[in-house]
Each structure stands twice: as C-alpha cells, then as structure tokens.
C-alpha cells in the first residue's frame, strides 16, 4: 500500500500540472501524524519522510507534464 502513495502523487501532478499542488502534502503529513502511533518525535520523522516523498512525486509528474507541453509548443 506505501508505494501506491508516490504513484499517486506523481499520478497527481502530472494529471493536474500545477505546482500549487504540491500543497496537497500538508494535509495528508497532518494525517499521519495524528493517527500514527510511534513512540515520540518518531511519528514527525516518518510522516516528514514520507510527505517529503509525496512531494517529490507530485513535483516530478508537473515538471513532466510542463516539459511535455513545452515541446509541443516548438513542434
């Protein structure tokens, strides 16, 4: 299930495009952290990780997106 989360992130920035999107990280770090049951400041360590992660997904599906847009524009 862990690695649907960068999938879909990057599913996410390359069907949206924008790079506001990357935002819809905040939300899901709050998410973990709320209902993670890790002893201490372990729970901030893994949801950062892992909202670091998603971040970097979502950045690489619009950077794909606005280089490929970008090419077509030349062509």
């Not at 993670?36 to 990780?49: K, Q």
């Not at 670091?52 to 062509?75: D, E, N, Q, Y």
Request: net charge positive; aromatic share 10%.
């Amino acid at each position: 299930m862990w690695m649907l989360i960068p999938l879909g992130g990057f599913a996410l920035g390359l069907g949206v495009g924008r790079w506001w999107t990357v935002a819809a990280v905040l939300p899901f770090w709050a998410y973990i952290v709320y209902l993670d049951e890790l002893d201490g400041r372990l729970t901030v360590v893994v949801a950062s990780m892992l909202a670091g992660l998603l971040a970097c997904a979502i950045g690489s599906g619009v950077a794909l997106r606005r280089l490929h847009s970008r090419r077509r524009l030349r062509a």
